[in-house]
């Protein structure tokens, strides 16, 4: 089946740093990446989309400049978290798709953000 | 997007039906239902998903009403493992070609032994 690798599962970080977060479809080509951010006890908010080789589109309210996402390849997004604040402390998921969304959702396993 | 309405929780005893409500009303022709279960701090994991015709996997039934405005999810004989929060979700179009799913707030489902 799909499978979606996120790395790291957790980070610490010191206020004002940057991290980047991975996320690689191992077994299929992912034309299109999602991002999504859960603070605790709250669903899932989608953050952004992003297609293969395109800048990513944002949800309203997302700073754009903050959260940088990357998707140069079929197996690979990053969402980098820009001088980062104890606010961004969150649990950050991506989730891939082989068809623009229209073919399943594989997420990956998250990572827990933790800002100093 | 159409939104989902979910009960917050629910419990269910173990080895029996779990059925999981959820209501859609404003949902479109061309939408699917989506279900997806989140076990605490892990991704979330995909169940099933459909259109309009009732649905069956080896995880679960999907049934959705003939209007399409509501849906139920039946997990046959709950077990332990299945207590997790349960999302409905109306996959829906985005500017931009693509197609998204976005979460409501999700059912807390409880198996009790």
């Known amino acids: 089946g799909a499978v979606v690798s996120q790395h790291p599962s957790w980070v610490i970080c010191k206020s004002g740093t940057s991290v980047k977060i991975e996320c690689r479809s191992l077994d299929f080509q992912a034309t299109t990446m999602f991002w999504y951010r859960q603070f605790p006890k709250q669903s899932l908010m989608l953050m952004a989309t992003s297609n293969e080789g395109s800048k990513a589109t944002y949800e309203q309210g997302v700073e754009k400049d903050k959260f940088l996402i990357n998707h140069a390849s079929l197996t690979l997004s990053t969402l980098t978290v820009t001088s980062a604040h104890p606010e961004d402390s969150s649990f950050y998921i991506c989730?891939?798709?082989?068809?623009?969304?229209?073919?399943?959702?594989?997420f990956g396993s998250g990572t827990r953000l933790t800002v100093v | 997007d159409a939104k989902t309405t979910q009960p917050t929780s629910m419990d269910c005893a173990e080895g029996r039906a779990a059925n999981l409500p959820c209501n859609h009303s404003t949902i479109s022709g061309n939408e699917y239902v989506y279900w997806y279960r989140q076990i605490h701090s892990q991704g979330p994991q995909y169940i099933i998903h459909?259109?309009?015709n009732n649905e069956t996997n080896e995880m679960a039934s999907l049934i959705i009403t003939e209007d399409r405005k509501s849906s139920t999810l039946i997990l046959p004989h709950a077990t332990l493992r299945d207590t997790a929060v349960y999302y409905c979700?109306?996959?829906?179009?985005?500017?931009?070609?693509?197609?998204?799913?976005?979460f409501g707030t999700g059912t807390r489902l409880t198996i009790i032994p």
């Open positions: 979700i109306v996959r829906s179009p985005t500017n931009f070609g693509n197609e998204k799913l976005t």
């Open positions: 459909g259109l309009k």
């Open positions: 989730s891939a798709s082989r068809d623009r969304g229209y073919y399943g959702y594989t």
